[in-house]
Antibody
Framework: EVQLVETGGGLIQPGGSLRLSCAAS????????MSWVRQAPGKGLEWVSV???????YYADSVKGRFTISRDNSKNTLYLQMNSLRAEDTAVYYC???????????????????WGKGTTVTVSS | QSVLTQPPSASGTPGQRVTISCSGS????????VNWYQQLPGTAPKLLIY???QRPSGVPDRFSGSKSGTSASLAISGLQSEDEADYYC?????????????FGGGTKLTVL
């Protein structure tokens, strides 16, 4: 069964650091694009970061320079290292697998098809 | 402020057909496909529609998607009480600052 399980969330003081993990089963993390998406309390979905199968990484402007996405191929696990945390980083963090379909124009079009249940990060003093 | 624009709410009665719109720009919807997610209360988002109009296995054919230019829409026919949820559109955005995913602000669907 294809599954993602996030761990590592918790209560952290502003300015602190936290590392989230996302353990995958049923597929290989390194063969896929993988992404982190967050949802602040009562708010909508916000994309955070993506790592390509080739290793390239991209970030939302709101976390650039503070968060780092990475993976451990031997553990089939995705990570999100979060530094200099702020109150506005408080959210449920989801990891998601990014799948692709080839269009009639031979371009690949991407979508997040498998999501974990999320882990909650609360930044507060 | 979300990059993609959705109405904050929608409603319908059981059996009715409802549509939810999603408006973007040339760098996202205009040049990439649109995906739709359903989020039931207290749960993770679930892929509902990908590549504008494709349904993953297990999604009822009551759900359909379409795209035209820089806008997209999700239609739900034969509305059921279990369809009450938040719905989000999403698209890849080929911005000059680097690629990124963008989401709509979400539409809360109420089944009256």
């Amino acid at each position: 069964e294809v599954q993602l399980v996030e761990t590592g969330g918790g209560l952290i003081q502003p300015g602190g650091s936290l590392r989230l993990s996302c353990a995958a089963s049923g597929f290989t993390v390194s063969s896929n694009y993988m992404s982190w998406v967050r949802q602040a309390p009562g708010k909508g979905l916000e994309w955070v970061s993506v790592i390509y199968s080739g290793g390239s990484t991209y970030y939302a402007d709101s976390v650039k320079g503070r968060f780092t996405i990475s993976r451990d191929n031997s553990k089939n696990t995705l990570y999100l290292q979060m530094n200099s945390l702020r109150a506005e980083d408080t959210a449920v963090y989801y990891c998601a697998r990014v799948n692709a379909v080839r269009g009639p124009d031979y371009y690949y079009y991407y979508y997040m098809d498998v999501w974990g249940k999320g882990t909650t990060v609360t930044v507060s003093s | 402020q979300s990059v993609l624009t959705q109405p904050p709410s929608a409603s319908g009665t059981p059996g009715q057909r409802v549509t939810i719109s999603c408006s973007g720009s040339s760098s996202n919807i205009g040049s990439n496909t649109v995906n739709w997610y359903q989020q039931l209360p207290g749960t993770a988002p679930k892929l509902l529609i990908y590549s504008n109009n494709q349904r993953p296995s297990g999604v009822p054919d009551r759900f359909s998607g379409s795209k035209s230019g820089t806008s997209a829409s999700l239609a739900i026919s034969g509305l059921q009480s279990e369809d009450e949820a938040d719905y989000y559109c999403a698209a890849w955005d080929d911005s000059l600052n680097g690629p990124k995913w963008v989401f709509g602000g979400g539409t809360k669907l109420t089944v009256l």
